[in-house]
């Protein structure tokens, strides 16, 4: 037995009896249905990326990692859990130990080969096993730490989480040790996991939405802007994972710039790129003669439900809704992007309309009740259908900092972050994702699936995307 494997087998045998396998609570419709997805290799990692640098310059070790990712994983039981679905109502389960160097790899990359690496990563497809949670780590030389974790494990926000969490874990050690094993056993038996969507709200759909819905299935002629709708090429059959991913990076002058832009204007950052990238979209649609025939765009834009459920930005879990509705093309499209000529109308209109679905959102998460449990065959009927949505745009926000204790140094910071999905095969043709980073700047990625849409229309998204977005904020 090496020492590695006896080391391993001493952490089990200390784990308390009734903390091996004990059920945390029972699954939500939501985390099934991301399951499914998972499961079948429909989607592949949500990543949320970030670059610790220390004052001194000293590197981010593999010992001081895994003693920050300990206090991380005591306090986050989350992280130390996996989904089974194999039991009638499924749930979630905690492990008797994390295995930090199997979940940790170091690579000898930097941060230049970041979009390569996220490409193959989104490539890989996930791992199920009995004994790992259902996140990764993979730490550049440079400080750029990657958090890869399965949808059904949390949202768009608990890649933030996790940050905001290893970030005043980092803090908070003051004395680095020279060794640690990776081995993370006997966790807190009285550790709970964050409730499930549909148990911390009310998701409850009223009447009238059953029945509209019905009608779209029963009479989907009666939905006269789908066909005038471009949503790229039709969802991909057979399924793939290979993901094109584009990074962009903004000052923390650009950023407060373009968000004091959108506030003069009533509208948010959110809503301001939402309308620069159908300006794009439309200019670029309107120069293809097969694509003039569409009128609309319908895009989805993701809407954290934390302010509903009382959840704190440190949890990890699902707890998300959008905004899905169509949007009339620029016809004709602007053919430069300035302060003045930009469509404030537009984007203070989506945020208005934002602000007064939020709280009745939850509802369409409850609208998976009436999937009847059946989460792989509709997933499944999905394939070789129309795209339901050409444009997503997910804006994380600003980056929670860790609130300085006293007598603290605040000598660990993060400088540049970025989030990135996949969601190759059942999500929007182009995806535009936001967050802001610690520093007050702006770090966005955008990506799509092979087949989603054609890369040179992609690539063309994504240069006047970029220089539309630097017009503004100048």
Known sequence: MTDTEETQEKAVEQQDASTLGRVLRKAGRFEHYFNARSRLNLTGYVTVCARYAHTSGDPLTKSLLFAALEEVIRKNVALAARFSPGSPEGVWVALPLVDLNRVVKFVDQDSASLPTLLEELFAQQLEFLEDMPLWRLVVLRDGMVVFAYDHTLGDGQSGLAFHHNLLASLRSIHDPPSDHSGFVSSLPQDAVLTPALEDATDVTVPFFMIVRELFKILFPFLDRKKGKAWAGYPVQDPPTLVTTVRLLEYTPEQASTLIKLSR???????????????????????????????????????????????????????????????????????????????????????????????????????????????????????????????????????????????????????????????????????????????????????????????????????????????????
């Not at 120069?287 to 959840?311: C, D, H, W």
């Not at 997910?394 to 660990?412: D, Q």
């Not at 967050?435 to 890369?455: E, M, N, Q, R």
């Open 264 to 474: 003069d204007h009533k509208a948010t950052l959110t809503s301001t790129m939402h309308t620069l990238a159908l300006i794009v979209l439309s200019r670029l649609l309107d120069a293809q003669p097969e694509n003039k025939k569409f009128k609309y765009v319908r895009s989805a834009i993701p809407m954290s439900l934390r302010r509903i459920t009382g959840t704190p930005s440190s949890a990890i879990c699902n707890q998300v809704s959008a905004l899905s509705t169509y949007h009339s093309l620029f016809r004709p499209a602007p053919a430069t992007i300035s302060t003045d000529t930009f469509s404030w109308d537009r984007a203070s209109a989506l945020t208005a309309a934002l602000r007064q679905e939020l709280p009745h959102s939850p509802r369409l998460i409850g609208m998976f009740k009436f999937v009847f449990g059946k989460y792989d065959e509709f997933c499944l009927g999905k394939l070789g259908k129309e795209r339901g949505v050409g444009l997503e745009l997910s804006n994380l926000g600003a980056f929670p900092e860790p609130p300085a204790k006293e007598g603290e140094e605040t000598r660990w910071r993060i400088q540049e972050m970025f989030f990135v999905q996949s969601d190759a095969t059942l999500g929007a043709a182009l995806k535009v994702n936001p967050v802001g980073t610690a520093a007050g700047g702006l770090g966005i990625s955008v990506t799509w699936g092979k087949g989603a849409v054609d890369d040179e229309l992609a690539e063309e998204f994504v240069k006047a995307f970029d220089e539309g977005l630097r017009t503004l904020a100048q």
